[in-house]
């Protein structure tokens, strides 16, 4: 019996395929690992930090 599929949209490309069997090494090539926020956009991303669980994040504090 396989798992529900993960919704792999708000991750990396190399987490979302680190999913897959045989690829999960590639969490470690991940660098979107925070928040990149567009120049002069007032809060607006460019990049969003990706939301793999297998990445650990500081609480802001």
Known sequence: MSAPPQDTSTMSAECALAQQPGY????????????????????????????????RYRSPG
Request: one cysteine or more; aromatic letters at 0%; hydrophobic letters at 20%.
């Open 24 to 55: 999960s090494g590639l969490h470690r090539e991940c660098r979107q690992t925070r928040d990149i926020p567009l120049p002069h956009g007032r809060g607006i991303l460019l990049i969003p930090r990706c939301t793999c669980s297998h990445h």
